[in-house]
């Protein structure tokens, strides 16, 4: 990658952490970047362009990086501890708010949206691997179905950046709430056989009459 396309990509993100997608045009992101306009359809055909290489390059790059860390998850409260630090970390830095412009321009630009799929699946298959593994040997083996858990866990942290800028307080509550949930799980595993076996078959009761209601 050259030089040029580096300073393009990095002033897209701080555009977009900044000033939102609203606020991103070609003039202002060439102009953080220091470089001429021009060069921003030269190496990436469109401003959408830009942007959803932008996301892609950053996502790519964070989720490289917690790798080792999600690895080393053992429970599903371990997941949500490391997943607390990763909003926290990401939120301070503007990762978050990245993601949040991103699924809201979006819902009217369909490259956007593109983008916003790709960095949510990335996030996505790297929990998915976690929950799988750390699910393995739970009662929740047979109902929790780690794909759509994982979208679930990540979409909640994207919600809660959004939410935060509303209500701090509420945002933590809610990170709390998903912590306690987790928390209950690692419980229940806790137990003695003959109560994990009762609680599996509710669990599974549960899972089969929700199905079927379906």
């Known amino acids: 990658m050259t030089d040029t396309k580096t300073k393009l990509l990095d002033a897209s993100l701080d555009v977009l952490r900044t000033d939102g997608v609203a606020g991103a045009s070609a003039r202002v992101i060439a102009s ?19 942007l959803t ?9 964070r989720a490289d990086h917690y790798r080792q860390l999600f690895a080393e998850v053992d429970s599903l409260s371990a997941l949500l501890q490391v997943g607390r630090e ?4 990401e939120q301070a830095s503007g990762n978050v708010a ?3 412009q991103l699924m809201a321009g979006g819902q009217r630009d369909p490259e956007l949206a593109a983008a916003a ?6 996030w996505v298959a790297e929990v998915e691997q976690v929950i799988d593994r750390v699910l393995e ?9 780690a794909r759509g858990l994982a979208r679930a866990v990540c979409a909640s942290f994207i919600g809660l950046e959004l939410y935060d800028g509303v209500d701090p307080d509420g945002g933590a509550a809610a990170l709390d709430a998903l912590t ?3 928390v209950l799980a690692d419980t229940i595993d806790g137990l003695g056989p003959v109560a994990r076996r009762a609680v599996s078959a509710r669990l599974k009761g549960g899972a089969r009459r929700t199905r079927r209601d379906g």
């Open 180 to 182: 306690q949930l987790a």
């Open 117 to 122: 799929r790709y960095s949510m699946d990335r």
């Open 53 to 61: 290489a932008a996301a892609r390059h950053a996502v790519d790059e």
């Open 137 to 145: 040997s739970t009662v929740l083996a047979d109902v929790a179905e």
């Open 32 to 50: 953080r970047a220091g470089v001429n306009q021009a060069l921003v359809f030269y190496h990436f055909g469109t401003l959408d362009g830009l």
């Open 98 to 100: 990245v993601m949040a």
């Open 86 to 89: 990763l909003h926290e970390t």
